[in-house]
C-alpha cells in the first residue's frame, strides 16, 4: 500500500515536472517570436530611413517583405506607414529661407507593423528620426 502512495506521488510530480517545462517552452517560443518579430520591424523601417526620397511628397505607405533568416523566404510582412512629420525647423547656420532651397531638420515619425503568419505575432515599432531636407519635404 505505501509502495503505491508512493508510485502515485512520484507520477504526478512526474506529470507536474512534464507540464512546467513545456509551459517554460512555450514562453521562451514567445519570447523569441516577439524579438524576430521586433528585429524585423526595425529592418523595414531603417529601409525607409535609408533614402532622403522617402521624406518628400508624395509620402506613401509599404509593405516591406524581411527574411530574418537568410534562407531566401519572406518570413515576416511588414507594414510601414508613411512617415509622419512631427515638425521642421531650420538647420544651424541657416537663418532665412532662400525661396525654400535653405536646409531643415525635419522630425519624423517611421511606424512598422510587423507580422509572422506562423505564428500570429504582430508587432508595432516607432521610431524617431531627424533628417536634414529641404524645405520641400512633405511636411505640413
Known amino acids: 500500500m505505501v509502495g503505491l502512495i508512493f508510485l502515485l506521488v512520484m507520477s504526478l510530480l512526474a506529470v507536474s515536472a512534464i507540464r512546467f517545462s513545456s509551459v517554460n517552452l512555450r514562453i521562451a517560443g514567445n519570447a523569441q517570436a516577439q524579438v524576430e518579430a521586433t528585429a524585423a520591424a526595425q529592418t523595414a523601417i531603417e529601409q525607409v530611413m535609408s533614402s532622403a526620397a522617402n521624406f518628400y511628397s508624395p509620402l506613401s505607405a509599404r509593405t516591406i517583405a524581411v527574411d530574418i533568416d537568410n534562407d531566401g523566404r519572406s518570413d515576416y510582412s511588414v507594414a510601414v506607414s508613411a512617415p509622419d512629420c512631427l515638425g521642421m525647423m531650420a538647420a544651424p547656420g541657416y537663418s532665412a529661407n532662400f525661396s525654400g532651397f535653405a536646409p531643415q531638420e525635419g522630425y ?27 524645405a520641400t519635404a512633405g511636411c505640413p
Open 108 to 134: 519624423w515619425d517611421v511606424a512598422a507593423v510587423a507580422t509572422d503568419s506562423r505564428s500570429g505575432v504582430r508587432v508595432e515599432v516607432h521610431q524617431g528620426v531627424r533628417a536634414r531636407v529641404l
